[in-house]
């Protein structure tokens, strides 16, 4: 986000909600887990015992959820600072 803001925006940094922060590590430790346990099973050669279909689909549900509401929350503070910086 920071490089995007500073790219858009001008901004040495780009501040994010503490909620938004908390999101972002849950998607990343749940995606770090997930693909640990991918890893564990490709290493083991015993793919017939992996996850299933709807897992991974819940999996990836969460994350986008997550993710989603973090985006939202930054888009809308970097759009209303475009629109402050156009009317100045």
Excluded: W
Aim: proline share 3%; glycine share 6%.
């Amino acid at each position: 986000m920071n490089t995007l803001s500073a790219r858009l925006n001008n901004h040495d940094s780009y501040p994010i909600p503490h909620a938004d922060f908390l999101r972002l590590q849950h998607a990343h430790s749940v995606g770090v887990t997930v693909l640990d346990m991918l890893n564990v099973i490709e290493c083991s050669g015993n793919r017939h015992s992996g996850p299933d279909g709807d897992a991974l689909a819940s999996v990836v549900a969460l994350l986008t959820d997550q993710l989603g509401k973090v985006v939202s929350t930054c888009e809308s503070v970097m759009l209303n600072d475009m629109e402050v910086s156009r009317d100045n």
